[in-house]
Structure formats: C-alpha cells, structure tokens
C-alpha cells in the first residue's frame, strides 16, 4: 500500500471544542485532499494543497482550516466542532495532476455530540 | 459549479447477476473520469476514462466512457459476494483543477448468495 496515514482513527469530541486531524505521506507527492463522506452526498472536497504552504478551498471548507508545513503532513482542524461535521474524513494524495487518481487514507471517524 | 451524479443510489441483486452503474457528468473542462470501489474503509481505484482511453476492462468489470452524452456506466458481469461496496464515479477537471475530483453520490451494490 502508499505510504498514507491518518490519525486518529476515531474520534469523539464535544461541540465547541478544536480538532485536529492528521494526514501522513512517505510518498513525496505533491498534491493532497481533505475530502468528508457522509450518506446521500459521496465525497465533498474540504481543502487540499499543491504543495508546501499552497492551500486552497474546497466545496465544503467553511468551519474548516488547514495547514501544509511539510511535504508529508496535511492537517486538517476543525475551528469549533458543530454535530454537522460529524462524518468520516478522508485524506488522498496524487502524485499529480490529473495522473492516476487518488490514493486514499483509511479514514477517520469522527463524532461531535 | 461542476456535477456529478450516478444511478441508481442502491441496487440489490443476487449472485450471478449482471449490473450496470451509470454516471453523468457536467464540468466546466474535462481530463478524465475514475471509478473507486469502496468497501469498509477507503475507496480504492478501479478505472480512469480519458477522450483517448473510453473503454477499460478488468476480469467481471468493465467501464465505457461516453463523451458525447457526458456519461459512464460500469459493468460488473456474473456478480459474487464480493462485489458488495459503494462504488464511486467521479470527475478530473483538469486545467487548473490542481487534480481535484468531484465525486457523485456513490451506488450502493448488495449482493446476496
């Protein structure tokens, strides 16, 4: 498998509380995706970046932020958790631009109650 | 703003069955479409469709790409168990789209023995 990682896993948070979540890349790839999938809507793209510092917003970025300070990291926090962004979050990397689609991270399942 | 959208939203067949997933699309530019079949976790790619690449098969899979109606099926033949999963149809734009996807609902394929 590519070199992807997300952490944590799962998660539960109370609304009103910051998160952050963590993706991890061995692969050197330049492009990177915070996308959330929750039923009826497949995935919605949060942010990504193309490359260290470049950023730009998704279809769904408000209430998110995200930060690119290494090639290997792209997080991804959650300002004040709402029960709306309870959903499973997935990192995906590209190699590049229009190359072979994406390589996706396992998820993380995160709850805010 | 870019769409795309496929049918049906779940499908229920029986073990050797043959099915057929379609997908339509409108984007401002178009590089090329991509299935992912999605199980537990994270999806995982199947084909990409490009004007020069508009028909894939792998083993029971197969997948068209028509450009003039803006459209895709799947096609899984003498389905198993197995191919139960959400499968995902989604769309490079391309130009400047720095490799964002935009991705459909998703079909949800259940099979039963």
């Known amino acids: 498998d590519a070199g992807i990682t997300q952490s944590p896993r799962h998660k539960v948070t109370e609304t009103g509380t910051p998160v952050t979540l963590r993706c991890h890349q061995t692969?050197?790839?330049?492009?990177m995706y915070w996308y959330r999938q929750d039923p009826g809507h497949g995935l919605r793209l949060i942010h990504y970046s193309y490359g260290v510092k470049d950023t730009d917003k998704g279809e769904v970025s408000d209430g998110y932020s995200v930060s690119r300070s290494k090639t290997e990291d792209f997080l991804l926090t959650l300002e004040s958790a709402t029960s709306s962004q309870t959903s499973v979050y997935f990192c995906?990397?590209?190699?590049?631009?229009?190359?072979?689609?994406?390589?996706f991270g396992s998820g993380t399942r995160l709850t805010v109650v | 703003e870019d769409k795309v959208v496929q049918s049906p939203l779940s499908l229920v067949v029986h073990e050797g069955d043959t099915v057929t997933l379609n997908c339509s699309y409108e984007v401002t530019n178009f590089r090329s479409l991509l299935w992912y079949k999605q199980e537990k976790k994270a999806p995982t790619f199947l084909f990409m469709l490009t004007s020069s690449g508009i028909e894939k098969k792998s083993g029971r899979l197969s997948s068209i790409l028509d450009k003039k109606e803006l459209s895709s099926i799947l096609n899984i033949t003498a389905t198993q168990t197995g191919d139960s999963a959400i499968y995902l149809c989604a769309v490079d734009a391309g130009g400047t789209s720095y490799g964002k996807l935009t991705f459909g609902q998703g079909t949800i394929l259940t099979v039963h023995p």
């Open positions: 692969e050197n790839h330049r492009y």
């Open positions: 995906a990397i590209s190699v590049s631009s229009g190359a072979h689609g994406y390589t």
